[in-house]
C-alpha cells in the first residue's frame, strides 16, 4: 500500500508563489508516475501536472503551464509542485496522486491514479 503525503499549502495573496510536496512511502518512485490534481467547492477535480519519475517526462495543463513547475525531489523520494502568478482561480484543495505502469503514457484523468494523498487546501486572496 502506497501512501502519500501532501504539505505546503496555506493563504497566499494573488501574484505570490507556494510550493507543494508530496512525500511517498515507498523506497523508490522507480516506475511511478506522480501527478498533481486539485478541486475547488462545486467543480470536478482537475489535472494540474505529471511526471514520470523514471525518465523525467513532463507534461502540464494548460491552465497552468508557465506558471506552475513539477520536478521531482530525489533525495527525498518526492514530488514537488512549484506555483507562480498565483490567481484567484488557483484556490482549491490540490492532491497528488500516483501509479505504477512500465508503458510510456500521458495520465491525466483522475481514474488513471491508484494513490491518492489527503488534499492540501490552497487559498488565493486578493
Known amino acids: 500500500q502506497v501512501q502519500l503525503v501532501e504539505s505546503g499549502g496555506g493563504l497566499v495573496q494573488a501574484g505570490g508563489s507556494l510550493r507543494l510536496s508530496c512525500a511517498a512511502s515507498?523506497?523508490?518512485?522507480?516506475?511511478?508516475?506522480v501527478g498533481w490534481f486539485r478541486q475547488s467547492p462545486g467543480k470536478q477535480r482537475e489535472f494540474i501536472a505529471t511526471?514520470?519519475?523514471?525518465?523525467?517526462?513532463?507534461y502540464y495543463a494548460d491552465s497552468v503551464k508557465g506558471r506552475f513547475t513539477i520536478s521531482r525531489d530525489n533525495g527525498e523520494n518526492a514530488v514537488s509542485l512549484q506555483m507562480s502568478s498565483l490567481l484567484l482561480e488557483d484556490t482549491a484543495v490540490y492532491y497528488c496522486?500516483?501509479?505504477?505502469?512500465?508503458?510510456?503514457?500521458?495520465?491525466?484523468?483522475?481514474?488513471?491514479?491508484?494513490?491518492w494523498g489527503q488534499g492540501t487546501q490552497v487559498t488565493v486572496s486578493s
Open positions: 496522486a500516483a501509479r505504477v505502469s512500465s508503458v510510456e503514457e500521458r495520465f491525466v484523468r483522475d481514474s488513471e491514479y491508484h494513490y
Open positions: 515507498v523506497r523508490t518512485f522507480n516506475l511511478f508516475y
Open positions: 511526471i514520470s519519475w523514471s525518465d523525467n517526462r513532463i
